[in-house]
């Protein structure tokens, strides 16, 4: 009953670094997005996928690559590690579309000197 | 103005006390509106939602949600040390989904 799991659990980066964030899920849901959490600013939608090989866009995609070539995969690419990315980031994922139930991962907390 | 506005806290109850958290939001759009649970060093879990406004109850905890003043609120009866996380509202149409910014709770034994 793993759910949504992430890896690493921490990082940290020198800025110009390069990094993949790996999040899998195992409930077979069509939906999967990264979030990132900051303090005093909620969680904000960076990319997300509606499916394998369908990506789109969030609130604040620069800097970051996505890619879906499986249903269970989802990762996240940090092409140039830069201290304003320094932050918590969550995969998510749904069943369709529209359903409300947003299933979480644990998070990987990264800092970028 | 931000599209969801949530009071950080923290904020610091006596155990089994009742414990109100509030959003407002700009919105119309937003159809459906959620309370998250987020412990420390975890990721947030889905705690209520609801469609329209009113109330939801659901054990100790109860979702009012008033369309009108752009308002919602979770109230929590009974507080447990263990309800000690932080609480986000989030609310949505379609795909789209909004989160506040969370508010810290401590329940103190």
């Known amino acids: 009953n793993a759910g949504v799991t992430q890896t690493p659990k921490f990082q940290v980066l020198k800025t110009g670094q390069s990094m993949t964030l790996q999040c899998a899920q195992d409930m077979n849901h069509e939906y999967m997005s990264w979030y990132r959490q900051d303090p005093g600013m909620g969680l904000r939608l960076i990319h997300y996928?509606?499916?394998?090989?369908?990506?789109d866009q969030g609130e604040v995609p620069n800097g970051y690559n996505v890619s879906r070539s499986t249903t269970e995969d989802f990762p996240l690419r940090l092409l140039s590690a830069a201290p304003s990315q320094t932050s918590v980031y969550f995969c998510?994922?749904?069943?369709?579309?529209?359903?409300?139930?947003?299933?979480f991962g644990s998070g990987t907390q990264l800092s970028v000197l | 103005q931000k599209e969801v506005e949530q009071d950080p806290g923290p904020l610091s109850v006596p155990e089994g006390a009742i414990v109100s958290l509030n959003c407002t939001y700009s919105?119309?759009?937003?159809?459906?509106f959620m309370w998250y649970r987020q412990y420390s060093r975890k990721g947030p879990e889905l705690l209520m939602y609801t469609y329209s406004s009113g109330n939801k109850e659901d054990g100790r905890f109860t979702a009012q949600v008033d369309k009108s003043s752009k308002y919602i609120s979770l109230f929590i009866r009974d507080s447990q040390p263990s309800d000690s996380a932080t609480y986000l509202c989030a609310m949505g149409y379609g795909q789209n989904f909004v989160f506040g910014p969370g508010t810290r709770l401590s329940v103190l034994p």
């Open positions: 919105n119309s759009a937003f159809q459906y």
């Open positions: 996928s509606v499916g394998a090989g369908i990506t």
């Open positions: 998510a994922s749904r069943e369709g579309m529209t359903n409300e139930k947003l299933f």
